[in-house]
């Protein structure tokens, strides 16, 4: 199957706020049952606003944007992230990815989340978009 071309500097953002209800469909996927994440009393004993968003949801909101750039023939191969601060539950962040390089048919993005409206940085990092089938 044919790959799509894949050009650096091509970059694709997407916004979302994280909620409650998502934060409660996470736990039931991921199994995490930690106080920070589901315990908003907990979590205010240790100086959060609410409830902290469970890190690989708010680094997941990226694979939208690498999809994106993928198409439909391209997976996600490989992903580093770092998260340099939480998100609190109810609060929106911009997810936004950009290829850097392409090699053949891989392509290395960097990866950002953003607190929005500040601009905070909390999840910054690079992910490889791979053929879904070599060939």
Sequence with gaps: MAHAPLKPGAAFAFRKTMTVAEQAMFTGISGNLGGLY??????????????????????????????????????????????????????????????????GDDAVCRVTCTLSPSGATVVDGTATLVPFAKG
């Design 38 to 103: 589901v315990d908003a009393v907990r979590a205010r004993k240790v100086g959060a606003a609410n409830m902290v968003a469970f890190e690989l949801a708010v680094g997941g909101l990226a694979s939208t944007c690498l999809s994106q750039l993928g198409g439909p023939t391209r997976r996600i191969g490989s992903i580093a992230l770092n998260f340099a601060a939480p998100v609190i539950v109810g609060e929106s962040v911009e997810a936004r990815a950009e290829i850097v390089s392409v090699d």
